[in-house]
């Protein structure tokens, strides 16, 4: 089997075991195939994340939806003009302030940051 063979059906495995794919069979030839990833969400990849949100605490939940979506006067207090972005130091920084709690401040933000890596 020639080398290229070899690779492109390693490529295809690898694309199938750890991703979304669609099959395509391309008109030039009945027998070559085509693997792309698919970007139509997966409903059980769906189903599972909403579940992990669901499993947060309270606190953390109420970190996400404020960093999603807050007034503009609290963006402006989170919000860092040099990285243009939110920080997680000023979300803690407010968080700490607000909940006069450091260490409520601390975990909620820990377990919403181990939520977003398993995204």
């Known amino acids: 089997m020639p080398k290229r063979i070899v690779e492109e059906n390693y490529v295809r495995a690898f694309q199938i075991m750890f991703g979304e794919w669609i ?3 391309t008109i030039e030839s009945i027998h070559t195939e085509i693997v ?16 992990s949100y669901d499993k947060l605490s309270n606190e953390a939940k109420e970190i996400i939806e404020t960093v999603l979506d807050c007034p503009q006067e609290i963006f402006e207090l ?18 700490r302030a607000a ?3 450091k260490f409520f401040a601390d975990h909620a933000i820990e377990e919403v940051t181990k939520w977003v890596n398993q995204l």
């Open 23 to 25: 099959q395509i069979n």
């Open 36 to 51: 792309l990833a698919s970007k139509i969400p997966n409903p059980e990849k769906l189903f599972l994340k909403k579940e």
């Open 99 to 101: 909940w006069r709690s």
């Open 78 to 95: 989170l919000y860092v003009p040099k990285f243009k972005r939110m920080t997680k130091r000023r979300i803690r920084i407010y968080f």
